[in-house]
């Protein structure tokens, strides 16, 4: 559910470039920033900033100042700094310890012990007395560095962030093959061209599905005059020689046209005498009023635009996550 996902998708004619790379963003946050669009066609980049402030990536983590944000997402290009999520605790009886929770985007505990490790070996930091991996599916990533008395946890804190990936930096390149051609893509020209895709494949939908209950519709219409006289339908069709004479029989007595008359031939005798005039009557009515609900969608721009807007709420009542990223 990131922001990236929103633009990969074939049908738009919108890729994904080998040289892309957007962080993921929160789900909820982008669909709060598409409704707003469509409602506010011309929004800002500062209006949209409003509902996405920034990236929310899967492993947590704290961003560092948002001016390289800013940046990304009014011109498609920026960085950011995105530290680990760390809290001084006493870690046993007389030692204190900085246990980390969260980690910077695709950094590893491994890497952290390691660079750790190193910085320790070669006496570039002091005070580290153990290191412990306590990660596990129940309570997830926990990483413990253990301090030696009289070091001071959080001085010992700022120097690991400065010498370590526990702080790293993630650069911000929003190329995309629009139609074919790339293009550095700002915030709002991301939105705008996924939003223009939704209006488009949901207008084809709607489109759709109203020529299938235009062509019911007319089917229902041929067979409620049909069962009005049911046995001189039936009579017509056994005493006919052919399809064709049956065709033409049925047309002419009935006021019937062909899409019609072939329905009636293609049912068999026993399905057409079980059909229910009432049921029917119930099935025209409620296609009558699906057709009127689909044109004022087709014909209605705001329409279109609100519809959009409620199915987007449902994907993100459905896969929507809580922001994990401070």
Known sequence: ????????????????????????????????????????????????????????????????????????????????????????????????????????????????????????????????????????????LRLVIEIRNGINPEVLLEQLYKAT???????????????????????????????????DVTLRRTRFQYKKAADRLHLVRGLLLAILDIDDVIAIIRGSDDATSARAALMDAFDLDEIQANHILDLQLRRLTKFSRIDLEKERDELERRLTDLSQIIDNDDQLRALVARELDEVAATHGTPRRTV
Request: aromatic share 4%.
């Open 1 to 140: 559910a990131a922001l990236p996902n929103l633009l990969v998708n074939g049908s738009t004619g919108i890729a994904v470039g080998m040289a892309t790379n957007i962080p993921p963003h929160n789900l909820v946050e982008c669909v709060q920033a598409l409704k707003h669009l469509l409602r506010h066609p011309d929004a800002s980049v500062a209006d949209l900033i409003r509902f996405i402030p920034g990236p929310d990536l899967p492993t947590g983590g704290k961003i560092v100042g948002l001016e390289g944000i800013a940046d990304a997402y009014a011109s498609g290009r920026g960085s950011f700094k995105i530290r680990a999520s760390a809290r001084i605790e006493q870690t046993s009886p007389r030692r204190k310890g900085i246990v980390i929770t969260e980690l910077p985007y695709m950094i590893g505990p491994e890497r952290i012990m390691d660079q750790v490790s190193t910085l320790v070996r070669n006496k570039k930091i002091t005070g580290i007395a153990d290191m412990k991996d306590l990660t596990d599916l129940t309570h997830g």
């Open 165 to 199: 990936k526990l702080e790293d930096s993630f650069g911000i390149n929003m190329v995309a093959l629009v139609e074919g051609q790339p293009q550095t893509l700002s915030l709002r020209d991301a939105l705008v061209v996924y939003a223009d895709h939704r209006l």
